[in-house]
């Protein structure tokens, strides 16, 4: 079987314009005419490849975004969305309905943590959250009405590994669905490759990389994208959350140069960890030996992309670690902002920031403590330079005092 390789399918990518542009024209439409209405009912009834009906359903801008994202992922199809949460959700609801179950990891993104949590219980659904690094307690958890199994690849915030081989198994073995966030770590994992069924980005973040929209992204079967877009029953047609073409067409252009951001952003972060971690500092970051599951990413990865641009640091307690983070940005190191996979480095707090979503005690339970940091690393050129910032910085708060040490 051909290798899959998510860089190259970017760098293969065809398209062409009207008048022969070098990227493809934007649809500047929101409804599309047809030559006969036998046309526009057989694509009504979805059997018309090609044709388009309404911009809700498809657009050619989305389409040629949607292909490339199918062509990352290595899925059969892919769908847009006007957000990562409109990705999610739609998902969510095509697949569980009133009276099901979804078994979820514990450590996911506060929004999808929110949906899953206080959302879906309003149309009963019920979801049980779970270590996901826990395979056993992942398989207990199933029970006879469950749905899907739902996980990100590198958890937000707290950087945890899903096996995606193994909880594919657990789902298979249970005719349920795996349900993957590959969001931290687009091209480092293929989830689909490993077994996922249904792969989702919030484009928000790396594969934009520009922090100037929200967008979203679900890869899978034609059949399983064909569903969210049907017009009787699909979640994604008839709860709307569509991406403008203006916006596709940007971010299918910034995805052209998303391999070698990612090598930038990884090249970057593993130098910080490295030295911010002999510092005496607690980082956690996938691309050093001290990292719990090193040996799992190690086997996941497509390894020419790096460890990604996702790092933690503990600076212990809640004061320090609003104080490092100001400092920080002072210094222009980054911003204070929640989001990540941006050209600057952003920061922030999650107990309180982009987790807070999740109560104290549930975060006091999954290990995410006051002082956590996370910190999404620029495409810094001079990243020693950074480093010395963020040296200079920890000294001036007193980080390095003998009795914040133990
Ligand atoms: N998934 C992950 C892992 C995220 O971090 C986020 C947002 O931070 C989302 C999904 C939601 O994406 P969006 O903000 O584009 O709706």
């Known amino acids: 079987m051909k290798k899959h390789n998510p860089a190259k399918e970017i760098q293969d990518l065809q398209f062409f314009g009207e008048f022969g542009g070098v990227n493809p024209s934007i649809s500047d439409s929101a409804t599309y005419t047809f030559l006969k209405a036998k ?20 657009s050619p801008s989305n389409h040629y975004l949607s292909l490339a994202l199918a062509k990352m992922e290595n899925t059969e199809a892919a769908n847009v969305a006007g957000s990562g949460m409109g990705a999610i959700t739609p998902v969510i609801l095509q697949l569980a309905h009133a009276g099901d179950h979804i078994v979820s990891s514990r ?6 943590y929110a949906f899953l949590k206080n959302w879906t219980p309003k149309f009963n659904i019920e979801t049980s959250f779970v270590d996901i690094t826990d395979l056993e307690k992942v398989e207990a958890a199933i029970k006879p009405n469950t749905k899907m199994i739902y996980a990100e690849t590198l958890s937000n915030p707290l950087l945890e590994l899903a096996d995606v081989a193994e909880l594919s198994k657990i789902a298979k073995k249970h005719g349920i669905k795996l349900v993957i ?25 790396f594969i934009n990389g520009t922090n100037d929209t929200v967008g979203g992204v679900i890869c899978s079967t034609n059949q399983f994208i064909n569903d969210l877009k049907n017009v009787n029953d699909g979640s994604s047609m008839l709860l709307g959350p569509v991406m403008d073409s203006l916006r596709s067409a940007q971010i299918l252009k910034n995805l ?49 992309f790096g460890y990604g641009g996702m790092i933690t640091m503990d600076l212990k307690t809640g004061e320090m670690a609003t104080k490092f983070m100001e400092t920080l940005q002072e210094k222009n190191v980054g911003y204070l902002a929640v989001s990540l996979g941006f050209y600057k480095t952003l920061f922030n707090a999650p107990g309180k920031g982009t987790s807070s979503e999740v109560s ?12 956590l940091i996370r910190m999404s690393i620029g495409l810094d050129f001079d990243i020693e330079a950074t480093y010395k910032k963020m040296k200079e910085s ?6 390095f005092k003998p009795e914040l040490q133990n």
Do not use: W
């Open 39 to 58: 046309t526009m009912l057989d694509t009504f009834e979805g059997n018309a490849d090609g044709c388009y009906l309404y911009s809700r359903h498809t």
């Open 394 to 399: 920890l000294e001036e708060i007193g980080f």
């Open 181 to 205: 966030d590959n969001t931290f770590s687009p091209l480092i994992f293929s989830p689909a490759n490993l077994g996922a069924d249904v792969v989702i980005h919030s484009l928000t973040k």
């Open 107 to 112: 450590t996911i993104y506060g929004g999808s």
């Open 360 to 371: 104290a005690e549930e975060q006091a339970k999954m290990g995410l403590s006051e002082g």
């Open 256 to 304: 052209r140069t998303l391999p070698i951001r990612m090598i930038q952003h990884s090249k970057n972060t593993q130098y910080l960890a490295e030295r911010l971690e002999k510092d005496g500092l607690k980082v956690k970051y996938p691309g050093l030996a001290s990292y719990p599951q090193k040996d799992l990413y190690d086997k996941m990865m497509n390894s020419e």
